[in-house]
């Protein structure tokens, strides 16, 4: 069960900090999926590298907020010092499954170092639980593919590696960082398909990150939309496609072409997102927003309540029904 | 894995044919009649005629060529005017010296360029890092011989510690204990490789360091230092590996200078020596047999490097 | 960061392209003063110096450092300090004659080889051979072959430096051919001759400008090896290499003999090396990787 609070990551001198990540909450249930859904740079990776305590040295860092995993403060923790204060077990997929393994060891062998980071088991029975492993993500021929190495294996394979390697701790909550973008549409559904049915057996929190509002529709219970470093909406999946309150999330909504309909011009959002580190006054979207009215450019929007755990952080949240 | 063994060794062949027909050449592009090379100034015309008909040097090149392929694969290399031997021997009597320094030097330049470059690697944008790196290029930068005649000054002239040339051989009285005669040489040799091995190294363990499988196995919880040596050294031992061949080219001729320096017995002296002393032949027979060794120590880079990094393959 | 794509049509940046990276690091501005210093004495020995180089004097033979002389004396008496800023000519003049060799030679090669694949396998098996040879062994035999002077140790040291050359310039050019530009180009119907100049060339500058610099350092190094040995310039022109050589029967009696010249080699290669990093440092991180830790 994860707790994020306030969250603000920042860049740049101590003096004079930048935010890339402003203010983030949002929780997680077990079992649940929470889709974190933006454009490319509006701070979704570094949320997850934040919430994982995997900000590189130097750069980055956690500025202020909490991060809270079944009641247990493991803000600014690396992963190795939550192992060792044996407080949390969480895990991350990656988005590049081509790089995201040590092209020369085997797939066993990694799989069994994670394994070891929580059992100190003899040889044998650890190969054994790596080899449960890669049948719980249904990888064919287990045994064949613990000797295996990376470049043997295809990217869906890769991937489920990915995902055997991270359920080695049992985690309370797993971290995806857009898993399958990388991956062929086919694979893509085989994956999500996967990632839903771990989620459900084993009781894990799941925080999903992506760009893409298909994949989302498909995979996640609840959504939180980012911009700017910013949530600007909460809501459960379906609340959010049915009547998405924030004019940014309309807008996304309003760009998918419509099944079946032939001829359609693509509709886009007007301008460009603020780059990252920019000071802001008022409401990051407002110089693209539709509604925008004199109010949204000199105050920063409020977080209302526009239904039940539907937030969206707007003065004037947008009610009635998506268009499509 | 063999047929790449086999296929890197079909090309290693192919290279040391081409490298062999230039070393062939060699003697014949001096200036000069070559049985006055072969024979040396004080030749008189009799031997000359007797010479140029037992050497088969009135047959055309190429059959020269292959005549003399021939004697080097029955390890007749050549007959040296200045010893009055055959080259083999003259090699062999000037290798242990050579081949101990190479080894001994080896063992600095691993022992201190790795383990430096690592600790410069973990420890990178520190004082302590930015200190070695500087330290490293200055080694890099220093001539060789310099480095040896300023040890000699310090270590053999006015501490003593040290003798400063020479080298008996350790089957001569003295034993093991001569093996101080190469302690300088082969710190002087050791320096600007070290410095290169250090430089590759950090570097190499950087590169690896931003690879994405780092950040997945920091995020599996392996605790900082078993990040460090299985998965960052691990990998980057590979660029490591591959300079292997690099240094040993480098080693080879730096230990030309270092052994003339130091006044050792070895056969890079013997190769200044011959050109000073115009003996030809020696000169010939000792870079092909430098040429060969220096491949085959690159044909072995290249094997263990495809057991070491299992994506490779040959292109 | 630098933008592979197209240097030819942003030709002022190119300028800040070498001084930038320069300026940003201090060390690097070090090199370069060392550098202008070099070549200071070199244009300007007769004016600095202040005696003549080959001027001896037996009563003042084997002085150490004073302050008539500076840097000491020699067996001969002969000043060190002018020695050594007269030396500065020859090492510049190999340097720079090692440097316009090894890129007179390894270019043409290296991107002839890159766009043409078979004549490139043939031409790159040369240099694999060529390249099986130590380079300071194929620099003796070379001096052997042609007799020692000048002019030929420059060959016989830009030899090594030429295969060096020739495969990182193969390197790159093989890169620069599959971008997308330059397949755009062709698909256009460009001739290959004009994609050379247009194309090829204009990015090949940065990154042959750090191959430069390091080669520069290291024909230093070996300039001063072969006339250590005896077999370079001759004796009676001052360089530091030969400076170094005579300084050898000496050097209990006389260090300062040792120093001075071995000094300004490493200084120079030294200076050398910190300006061809920092210009590496700033190359596009793909051209990067050809140049690995050093060389």
């Given at each position: ?12 001198p101590?003096?004079?900090p ?106 044998a ?118 009547h ?59 977080r ?21 | 894995?063999?047929?790449?063994a ?68 029955h390890?007749?290399?050549g ?23 190479a ?24 004082w ?7 330290l ?19 270590f ?12 008996p ?8 204990a ?15 490789n ?29 605790r ?92 | ?53 080959s001027?001896?004097?037996?009563l ?35 340097g ?68 060096t ?18 397949e ?54 001052p ?57």
């Open positions: 069960m994860l707790s994020v609070s306030n969250l603000t990551v920042s860049i740049g101590q003096a004079r930048v935010d890339i990540v402003s203010d983030v909450s949002f929780s997680i249930a077990p079992g649940e999926i929470l889709g974190l859904v933006g454009e490319s740079g509006c701070g979704k990776s570094m949320t997850s590298l934040a919430v994982m305590g995997l900000l590189p040295h130097p750069g980055p860092r956690i500025r202020s907020g909490r991060v809270e995993i079944d009641g247990a403060d493991v803000t600014g923790l690396e992963p190795w010092q939550r192992v060792e204060a044996g407080r949390a077990r969480m895990a991350m997929i990656f988005q590049e499954p081509m790089t995201s393994l040590n092209p020369v060891r085997r797939i066993g062998d990694q799989i069994a170092e994670a394994v070891r980071v929580y059992e100190r088991l003899h040889a029975a650890t190969r054994e639980r790596a080899r449960e492993l890669l049948e719980l993500v249904r990888i064919p021929d287990a045994d064949l593919q613990l000797s295996a190495y990376p470049h043997q294996l295809s990217g869906g394979m890769r991937q489920r590696v990915m995902i055997a390697m991270a359920l080695a701790s049992r985690p309370q909550l797993l971290i995806a960082d857009e898993p399958t973008t990388a991956l062929d549409v086919t694979v893509q559904y085989q994956i999500l398909g996967l990632l839903r049915e771990l989620s459900a057996r084993l009781s894990m929190a799941t925080l999903f990150i992506t760009h893409d509002m298909g994949v989302v529709a498909q995979l996640a219970d609840r959504v939180a939309v980012m911009y700017a470093g910013c949530i600007v909406e909460t809501a459960s999946a379906s609340a959010l496609f049915r998405p309150a924030h004019p940014y999330t309309r807008a996304l909504m309003d760009c998918m072409p419509v099944r079946g309909i032939r001829g359609q011009s693509l509709r886009t959002i007007p301008g460009q997102a603020p780059q990252p580190g920019t000071i802001l006054v008022g409401c990051a979207f407002a110089p693209r927003c539709p509604n925008a009215r004199e109010i949204c450019r000199t105050t920063a929007p409020p209302l309540d526009v239904g039940i755990s539907h937030e969206a952080l707007c003065v004037f949240p947008v009610t009635g029904e998506a268009a499509a | 894995m063999w047929s790449y086999l296929k890197r060794a079909g090309a290693t062949a192919i290279t040391l044919v081409a490298a062999s027909v230039i070393i062939f050449a060699f003697i014949h592009l001096i200036p000069g009649d070559p049985i006055y090379v072969r024979l040396g100034d004080t030749a008189t015309p009799d031997q000359v005629e007797a010479v140029r008909h037992t050497l088969g040097l009135d047959q055309p090149i190429l059959v020269q060529y292959f005549q003399w392929v021939g004697a080097v694969l390890g007749d290399l007959h040296s005017i200045f010893y009055d031997e055959p080259i083999l021997s003259v090699i062999a009597d000037h290798a242990e010296t050579s081949v101990l320094l080894t001994i030097t080896m063992i600095w330049v691993l022992l201190i360029g790795v383990p430096v470059g690592m600790i410069a690697a973990t420890r990178h944008g520190s302590l890092d930015q200190g070695l790196s500087g490293a290029m200055l080694m890099a930068s220093v001539p060789t011989f310099w480095v040896g005649l300023y040890m000699i000054l310090i053999a002239a006015w501490l003593g510690w040290l003798p400063s040339s020479g080298f051989s350790l089957f001569d009285r003295g034993g093991i001569n093996l101080r005669y190469l302690l300088l040489p082969s710190l002087t040799l050791a320096a600007p070290a410095a290169l091995i250090l430089r590759l190294t950090r570097a190499s363990m950087l590169d690896v360091s931003r690879e994405d499988h780092v950040r997945t196995a920091r995020a599996k919880g392996i900082p230092w078993r990040v460090v040596t299985h998965h960052i050294f691990r990998n980057a031992l590979l660029a490591v590996v591959s300079a292997f061949g690099f240094t040993f080219a480098a080693l080879i001729s730096e230990a030309v200078v270092t052994e003339t320096v130091f006044a050792l017995p070895g056969i890079g002296r013997l190769v200044v020596q011959s050109i000073l002393q115009r003996d030809y032949p020696v000169i010939q027979g000792v870079v092909l047999v430098i040429v060969v060794l220096y491949l085959v120590v690159n044909f072995l880079v290249d094997v263990s490097y495809r057991f070491l990094d299992p994506r490779v393959e040959l292109q | 960061m630098t933008d592979v794509a197209n240097h030819s049509d942003r030709r002022p940046g190119l300028i800040r392209l070498w001084i930038g990276p320069l300026l940003a690091r201090p060390v690097a501005l070090l090199g370069v003063a060392i550098l202008l210093v070099v070549v200071l004495f070199a244009v300007a020995a007769p004016l600095i110096a202040p005696y003549d180089p001027a001896y004097d037996a003042i033979r084997l002085s150490p450092p004073n302050p008539q002389h500076w840097f000491g004396t020699d067996q001969f008496g002969r000043d060190t300090l002018s020695r050594v800023i007269y030396s500065a000519r020859m090492a510049l003049l190999v720079v004659g090692v440097v316009v060799f090894a890129l007179v030679t390894g270019v043409p090669v290296g991107v002839f080889s890159a766009l043409f694949p078979r004549l490139g396998q043939l031409l790159m098996r040369a240099i694999d051979v060529l390249m099986a040879f130590p380079s300071l062994l194929l620099a003796l035999g070379l001096i052997v072959i042609l007799g020692p002077s000048v002019a030929n140790s420059i060959i016989a040291i830009g030899a090594g430096f030429l295969t050359t020739a495969r990182i310039v193969y390197g790159l050019a093989l890169r620069l051919k599959m971008e997308t530009y330059v755009a180009a062709r698909s256009m119907g460009s001739r290959t001759g004009w994609l050379v100049l247009k194309h090829v060339l204009p990015n090949l500058i940065s990154p042959l400008l750090v191959q430069a610099s390091f080669v520069f350092a290291f024909a230093q190094l070996g300039a001063a090896s072969l006339d250590f040995l005896g077999v370079g310039a001759p004796p009676n022109i360089s530091w290499g030969n400076m170094l050589a005579e300084a050898r029967n000496f050097i209990t009696r006389a260090p300062w003999l040792l120093f001075f010249p071995g000094m300004m080699i490493v200084l120079t290669a030294f200076a050398l090396n910190l300006v061809g990093d920092a210009l590496r440092d700033r190359l596009d991180p793909r051209l990067r990787s050809a140049f690995g830790a050093e060389r």
